[in-house]
């Protein structure tokens, strides 16, 4: 027989464990003593068959950056099924309790995630709202401009000893990126870890600090590691993030992270699909830049979730939608809104626009398009011309920009 219950702090070693069997991977303890500062018993929901954890889900309680704004959103993790019990509509039933219990707990919106496996979510509706580039470059074919004056200096530091600064600096830079999760003192602690097995041969990870005229306007973290072979040094650098206030920073730190003596690769997992570096190097083809997903949305509370976004220009549309699992969700809905601010109530006015949940996910961050929804079939335009009307106002002028992993 299972059970579902709510996890204890003292079972954190057996979802450890049960996470590492579903994901193929292995136990350290170091890695653990990190991941169980962020834990959240209280947000998990554990299946037992017997005394035996067999599947479990849990969430981060943490804000989202949206267009214009940032919301409370529940961060989806630690997901996982037993392979011996797999195929038992576990998962669905875990998804749906956890959607239901964001739902009526009412504070946070929406819902999002990182998938192991992009087929396996939007059946609960979650959709696909920031795609991410992964980098790999041979840097000997790549250049990027000298500037004409030097307005800042770099330096190198250790992550943890400028952690205050690179906080503050973090938060101005997200106010104006979708897709970015705040960071109280505990999840900067876990991100400037430097656990040991998650090297792969490499150094310990390295802060680049860029100081303009009025302090500190940008960093990267990254970590460099040796290799040699007959023709000489071929060594690599692998960037975690890099956040700029600035073009003058962003410059100075990619220049550099591009040149760095001995190393002939560099990489990067979390780039943006409007990386400025796509712009900024000669031949932008040899970043070897692929596409990939990144968030998963899940809007949890449709009119809060609408009314809490900003838009790019203004839009008064009713949209019909249609929600399975959370049926408060479903139907018509008068969203009026703008760069200042919007509104999204219940109405019987005739629909112009028609979806689904996950649509409207996609939509969320600003990084799908309205239109190429359309052409997908994913929504339906009922009344001619409402799509190119309404259309310019769910997007931003940044992307959504996956920033880390959760």
Known sequence: MTDVVLPRAEDFDEIAGLLALAFHGGLDPELLEVERGIFEPERGLLVRDGTTAVAHAAAFTRELGVPGASVPAAHVTMVSVAPTHRRRGL???????????????????????????????????????????????????????EPASVPGTLRLDQPAARQA?????????????????????????????????????????????????????????????????????????????????NPDAYLALWRLLLSIDLTRRLSCR???????????????RQLGAQLSDGLWVRVVDLPAALAARRYATDVDVVIEVTDELLPENAGRWRLVGGPTGATCTATAEPARLACDVRALGELYLGGAGLGALAAAGRVRELVPGTLAAAAPAFGWHRAPAPMEVF
């Not at 739902?103 to 087929?119: F, H, M, N, T, Y």
């Not at 991100?191 to 097995?197: G, P, Q, T």
């Not at 979390?270 to 932008?284: G, H, I, Q």
Request: charged share 35%.
């Open 91 to 145: 998962l669905t039933a875990l998804m749906r309790r956890q959607l239901r219990e964001i739902r009526d707990a009412g504070r946070e919106p929406v819902a999002v995630l990182w998938a192991s496996e992009g087929r396996i979510y939007p059946r609960f509706g979650y959709g696909l709202a920031a795609q991410r580039l992964t980098i790999s470059c041979d840097t000997t074919e790549l250049r990027v401009p």
């Open 165 to 245: 600064e690179l906080a503050r600096l973090y938060d101005r830079v997200r106010a104006d990126r979708p897709g970015w999760s705040n960071r109280d003192e505990r999840w900067w602690r876990y991100v400037l870890a430097d656990v040991k097995s998650l090297r792969e041969g490499a150094t310990e990870r390295r802060v680049l600090l860029h100081e303009g005229p009025a302090g500190l306007d940008g960093y990267a973290l990254f970590r460099t590691k040796e290799e040699w072979d007959r023709g000489g040094p071929r060594g690599e650098v692998r960037v975690d993030e890099v956040v700029a206030e």
């Open 270 to 284: 979390t780039a943006a699909v409007d990386e400025p570096l796509l712009w900024l190097v000669n031949e932008p």
